[in-house]
T-cell receptor, first 116, second 114 residues
């Protein structure tokens, strides 16, 4: 149980375009999902907390107009990178929190974004 | 802001031996959770073990166990009978706040030698 999927696994786009990444909890409902960014050989950096039916909470320094987060249902959260630039190239990971297991987060497999 | 320190950037262990990864953290909260996650080369984050801060008993999951010292804010991971498949980056992560967001340390790269 507690499986989280992410789509796409890899995306290459041109500078100035927008990219949408989906995060789904497959076998449980998640009122809270999280979005992380990870640069090579570095740790995970939390970008935002996504709550179903309400606005996301962004961490300090994360541009909310650039990284749009929507959590429209209990099993789906999306991250849209708007007007992507090469510096947005990174590995993006989502997670979903399982309330019944005391705050445990289960992670998706990640999305590798390359902006040319 | 909460800080998490993993003082060992890299560790190595012989297959079948035991290794301990250290983690210290700073928090003002009294009730929280602590986690160890591993990230193999596939980059999939995998839950290794979970500890509830209000419980004094150390968590154990098969070959994995923790030494949780709440007053010292220390949360080390012991891997017994190390296997080649244990090779990965290991991240320590306490939870923070009502949303129980996780704060990750910089990680320890574990190599298992045959």
């Amino acid at each position: 149980g507690a499986v989280v999927s992410q789509h796409p696994s890899r995306v290459i786009c041109k500078s100035g375009t927008s990219v949408k990444i989906e995060c789904r909890s497959l076998d449980f409902q998640a009122t809270t999902m999280f979005w992380y960014r990870q640069f090579p050989k570095q740790s995970l950096m939390l970008m935002a907390t996504s709550n179903e039916g309400s606005k996301a909470t962004y961490e300090q320094g994360v541009e909310k107009d650039k990284f749009l987060i929507n959590h429209a249902s209990l099993t789906l959260s999306t991250l849209t990178v708007t007007s992507a630039h090469p510096e947005d190239s990174s590995f993006y990971i989502c997670s979903a929190r399982v309330v019944a297991v005391g705050g445990t987060q289960y992670f998706g497999p990640g999305t590798r974004l390359l902006v040319l | 802001a909460q800080t998490v320190t993993q003082s060992q950037p890299e560790m190595s262990v012989q297959e079948a031996e035991t290794v301990t990864l250290s983690c210290t953290y700073d928090t003002s909260e009294s009730d929280y959770y602590l986690f160890w996650y591993k990230q193999p080369p596939s980059r999939q984050m995998i839950l290794v073990i979970r500890q509830e801060a209000y419980k004094q008993q150390n968590a154990t999951e098969n070959r994995f166990s923790v030494n949780f010292q709440k007053a010292a804010k220390s949360f080390s991971l012991k891997i017994s009978d190390s296997q080649l498949g244990d090779a990965a980056m290991y991240f320590c992560a306490p939870s923070q706040g009502g949303s129980e967001k996780l704060v990750f340390g910089k990680g320890t790269k574990l190599t298992v030698n045959p």
